[in-house]
């Protein structure tokens, strides 16, 4: 059996730091609690889990924290959280079988990360991360800001999941402040660092200077290919903000050409055609996203619900508007077989039992 340090950074969580322990406790040997300048009772909490409670000046560079815990790991791997994650009761079990089992040459294990639900409680955002790591690899956080470890060495891919469960919503310009405060620093942003801050400008909707930042990164050289669909998406996302229809749909297009389409990227072509009430057109691209498989594994983003549900849903719509309320029907059953209790589905099963079209 391998031994795990649990290596955390924390700054004011008094309100989600126990849940995230209760929930570790079990599984890991060793608990690490880096604090980044609490003045709420974080530091006192940890303490009913730790005495392995360090203090780090923070100096807006998440990475530089994150080494600073791992330099105080002492067992043979180390698994980071955030202080809003959680795992869950089956993620527990296969994380005990995983240590039990885990074959010592492995260096990376990769778990899911599923950080987005539905009002059932299913994930619908999830994604790849570099979760539990060799301590005697070394491996280095970089990036101030969206840090990240660069995969290397033996890396194996295991099912069990982190649950990211928010509860208060954390300063949203704060690291778009970083990024800026690094441009003034005259500090050249890296391709990854210039997509995630293309995307702060988005989410701050700084659209124009988005859009130019992103243009940017696409016309590089450097970027990792998820990224880089991703960026066309984002780049829609703003044009559509901006009113640019031309525009979003090329940017669209130009993600076919670093791979096959992503179900995310043929709902959104799907959903340009619908609204101008090209059904037939917008039926094509949804057929598209069904045929689609997530692919977790490849470390991009991945929204489950653009896979099947989703589609399934607008192409009852759009054969709604078309006047084929067979075919209509039919494709809201697919979409309820994938969620039975949602209420949308609900609603539209009560609305063809109730239609005249089928009495």
Not at 39 to 49: G, Q, R, V
Not at 159 to 185: C, F, G, Q, S
Not at 187 to 212: F, G
Not at 251 to 277: H, W
């Amino acid at each position: 059996m391998i031994t795990l340090s649990l290596c955390m950074i924390v700054k004011d969580e008094e309100d989600v730091l126990r849940r995230c322990l209760d929930s570790v406790k079990e599984i890991v040997d060793e608990i690490i609690i880096v604090d980044t300048g609490s003045t709420d009772k974080t530091k006192l909490i940890a303490s009913e889990f730790t005495d392995k409670i360090f203090d780090f000046k923070w100096c807006d560079d998440f990475s530089k924290a994150r080494n600073f815990s791992f330099s105080k790991a002492t067992k043979e791997y180390i698994i980071w959280l955030d202080a809003d994650d959680v795992i869950l009761e089956e993620d527990k079990l296969k994380i005990k079988e995983l240590k039990n089992t885990l074959n010592p040459i492995t260096d990376i294990v990769m778990l899911n990360y599923n950080v987005a639900f539905d009002e059932n409680d299913n994930p619908i955002f999830t994604y790849s991360r570099e979760r539990i790591l060799k301590r005697n690899k070394n491996y280095k956080w970089s990036g101030r800001i969206h840090e990240a470890i660069a995969t290397s060495g033996n890396v194996i891919y295991s099912d069990a999941a982190i649950t990211h469960k928010k509860i208060h919503v954390n300063d949203p310009k704060r690291n778009l402040r970083i990024y800026e405060k690094m441009i003034k620093e005259n500090i050249k942003l890296n391709a990854r660092e210039k997509y995630y801050y293309a995307r702060e400008l988005y989410y701050n909707k700084k659209y124009e200077k988005a859009v130019n930042i992103l243009n940017e990164f696409l016309d590089s050289d450097d970027g990792w290919i998820e990224n880089k669909i991703n960026a066309c998406l984002d780049l829609y996302n703003c044009y559509i903000a901006l009113k640019k229809d031309k525009e979003a749909i090329l940017s669209l297009l130009r993600s076919f050409t670093y791979d096959t389409p992503r179900a995310e990227i043929s709902c959104s072509m799907g959903d340009y055609f619908f609204n101008k009430q090209q059904y037939n057109i917008a039926i094509f691209w949804y057929k598209l996203a069904v045929s689609r498989k997530p692919n977790i594994q490849n470390g991009g983003f991945c929204l489950i619900d653009y896979y099947g549900y989703i589609p399934y849903l607008q192409l009852c719509i759009c054969y709604y508007k078309l006047g084929e309320y067979d075919i209509s029907k039919e494709y809201n059953e697919k979409a309820g077989k994938i969620k039975p209790n949602d209420k949308i589905y609900l609603n539209n099963k009560a609305f063809f039992n109730n239609s005249d079209k089928y009495k």
